[in-house]
């Protein structure tokens, strides 16, 4: 059963930093590309970033292109998010997800609030 | 960037059906795929791909859902719909980079 358990989030304040982890079980994680995709309190989805099988390729929203970084662990099966320089928008739950074209595979999302 | 546009709600009956679209700003199809998605949101929930590729069922979802589309416009069918279908379903692109429509909001009428 593929699962994605997201964590490291919390209250953080604006111009400070953070760092999502997803540990990902179930697949063979460095076979498949992985994604970042974020939902503002009571708003719609937004794709975040992305970053290929390998670590090669990566990909963000305009943004936070500069703030954030995508990585990952394949030897630890684990995804990475880390956030710099918040700001009061980028609250929201952020979701790691399985990507191949669709999002397939989704986790329970860990909740970022940046506020003083 | 590529814009999907959704309608923000739609009411409907129960047994009826259910028809939400999706417009996107450019074609999403190439020759080979249309490259667009879709899925339910639940409230508190992670999202659930229901069809990939404009008109694929996704795994374990029930076959009263389908899709279809290409180029700019795109369809989510549900039919008939049941009262756990109420939810709110987005569409999303993967032609260029990813983008999510805003959503719509399925409800009874």
């Known amino acids: 059963e593929v699962q994605l358990v997201e964590s490291g989030g919390g209250l953080v304040q604006p111009g400070r930093s953070m760092k999502l982890s997803c540990a990902a079980s179930?697949?063979?994680?460095?076979?498949?590309?992985m994604a970042w995709v974020c939902q503002a309190p009571k708003k719609g989805l937004e794709w975040v970033a992305t970053i290929s099988y390998d670590g090669s390729s990566t990909y963000y929203r305009d943004s936070v292109k500069g703030r954030f970084t995508i990585s990952r662990d394949n030897a630890k099966s684990t995804l990475y998010l880390q956030m710099d320089s918040l700001r009061s928008e980028d609250t929201a739950t952020y979701y790691c997800?399985?990507?191949?074209?669709?999002?397939?595979?989704w986790g329970q999302g860990t909740l970022v609030t940046v506020s003083s | 960037d590529i814009v999907l546009t959704q309608s923000p709600a739609l009411a409907v009956s129960l047994g009826q059906r259910a028809t939400i679209s999706c417009r996107a700003s450019?074609?999403?199809?190439?020759?080979?795929?249309?490259?667009m998605h879709w899925y339910q949101q639940k409230p508190g929930e992670q999202p659930k791909l229901l069809i990939y590729d404009a008109s694929n069922l996704a795994s374990g979802i029930p076959v009263r859902f389908s899709g279809s589309g290409s180029g700019t416009d795109f369809t989510l069918t549900i039919n008939p719909v049941q009262a756990d279908d109420i939810a709110t379903y987005y569409c999303?692109?993967?032609?260029?980079?990813?983008?999510f429509g805003g959503g719509t909001k399925l409800e009874l009428k």
């Open positions: 179930g697949f063979t994680f460095n076979n498949y590309d």
């Open positions: 450019q074609s999403v199809s190439t020759s080979s795929y249309n490259l």
């Open positions: 997800a399985r990507e191949l074209g669709a999002f397939a595979y």
């Open positions: 999303q692109q993967s032609r260029e980079l990813w983008t």
